[in-house]
Structures are given as C-alpha cells and as structure tokens.
C-alpha cells in the first residue's frame, strides 16, 4: 500500500495560518489523498479530500503538488477547537468501491492560546 | 447530520469470555467498517461490509467475527477475548465511491 509521511508534530497560535505538509511520493492514479482529524475520546472527523485539483471547504484548502506527490492541508485562523491530530491518508477505490483507510500516527497540532 | 452510534461506549471483560459490541447507522450507507486504536497508534481495519448478510476481512482480522444482519446494524464479535485486544474500537459508515466516512464515538474494551 502507498504510504504517507507526515511531521509527528507542529505547534500553532490562536489565528495563525496552519500548513500541515504530507509527502506521499508513491501515490497511484487512483488514490485518493484524504484528510482526517481526531481529537482525544472521539472518533476521527473528515475534513477534507481532493485527487488531483485544489480543493477547499469550510474547515480548510488542500493543496495538491502538480505530480501529486505532496499535499498540503491549510488551516485558516486556527483556535484551540482544531488542535487534534490529523491524518493524511490515500484512499485506493478498488473494484467494486472498496473504500479502505490506512491510518499511520498523523501530526499533532498543538494550538496555542 | 450522519449518525453512526456504538454500543457499549465502555466494557470491561474477561480473558476467554465473548464480547459484542454493536454499531448502528441512520444513514441508509453501503459500507460500515470496525477499526481499532490502540493507545498512540492510528486506527487499523479488523472488517467491513458492502452489503446485509456479507463481510470481508481487513487488515487485522486475526481473533475476530463481525455479523451484518441489516444495512443499519453491523457487530464486531470476539468468541475467546484476549489481553491484546484491549483497544478502542471504532465503527465508521460510508456511501460506495469516494467521499467521507463517518465515525462512531468508539467503544473502549479493557480485557482482564
């Protein structure tokens, strides 16, 4: 399976801007790069997921490398509700739409007030 | 808002004795998944399900069964509970095809 790297840890302030880098140099044309956050006694949250365009919600921008081989997620303006630790995760659509996530350790976020 | 629920959030059991712990979903998806955490480690797939009345294996299926008896319930069983599978379990939903998965609040097992 196509794996991720990502920093174990960054530490923010109240209203920065956060880049979260991901290097993910092994990526197929089929997978996807997906985004999760987890925060302590839950379950993880989806934030974000793009294949090959930038893409953006409400809760970030993901940046995608033009050969996919890196992504960033960017958090804007960032409080103490989006320290978690998030994970960069490739999800391969297999025949038939299996959908099968491999979590690695992610990055803490730490967020300072 | 999509609503995946577990039960029991917390069990306590004993090492031999069956353990079930059971994942319910309002949200008329295809897929459900068991995941497990263990402390400082990332969530692995133990099973999943496509479809009522099938699972398939995931990465770590080794000392478990899982049953879907309807597209909205799907159980993770464990016959012979071992000191190992001390963990917090997650169940997840999702629509066939890319998009999100949504996560339970978990279950954490403590096996004595």
């Known amino acids: 399976d196509a794996k991720t790297t990502q920093p174990d840890s960054m530490e923010s302030t109240e209203g920065e801007t956060v880049h979260l880098p991901c290097s993910h140099a092994t990526i197929s044309g089929n997978e996807y790069i997906y985004w999760y956050r987890q925060v302590p006694l839950q379950g993880p949250e989806y934030v974000t997921h793009?294949?090959?365009q930038n893409t953006t919600n409400s809760m970030a921008f993901l940046a995608i490398a033009s050969d996919r081989k890196s992504s960033t997620l960017i958090l804007p303006h960032v409080s103490l509700r989006d320290a978690a630790v998030y994970h960069c995760?490739?999800?391969?659509?297999?025949?038939?739409?299996?959908?099968?996530?491999?979590f690695g350790q992610g990055t803490v976020l730490s967020v300072i007030p | 808002e999509a609503a995946v629920t577990q039960s029991p959030r917390s069990k306590v059991a004993v090492t031999g004795g069956k353990v079930t712990l059971s994942c319910h979903q309002t949200?008329?998806?295809?897929?459900m998944y068991w995941y497990r955490q263990d402390t400082g480690h990332g969530l692995r797939l133990i099973h999943y399900s496509y479809v009522a009345d099938s699972t398939e294996k995931g990465d770590i299926p080794d000392g478990y069964k899982a049953s879907r008896p309807s597209q909205e319930n799907f159980s993770l069983i464990l016959e012979l509970a071992s000191l190992s599978q001390t963990a917090v379990y997650f169940c997840?939903?999702?629509?066939?095809?890319?998009?999100?998965?949504?996560f339970g609040e978990g279950s954490k097992l403590t096996v004595l």
């Open positions: 793009g294949l090959q």
């Open positions: 949200n008329n998806h295809d897929y």
């Open positions: 995760i490739l999800r391969e659509l297999a025949t038939g739409g299996n959908n099968k996530l491999t």
């Open positions: 997840a939903s999702s629509y066939r095809g890319p998009g999100q998965l949504y």
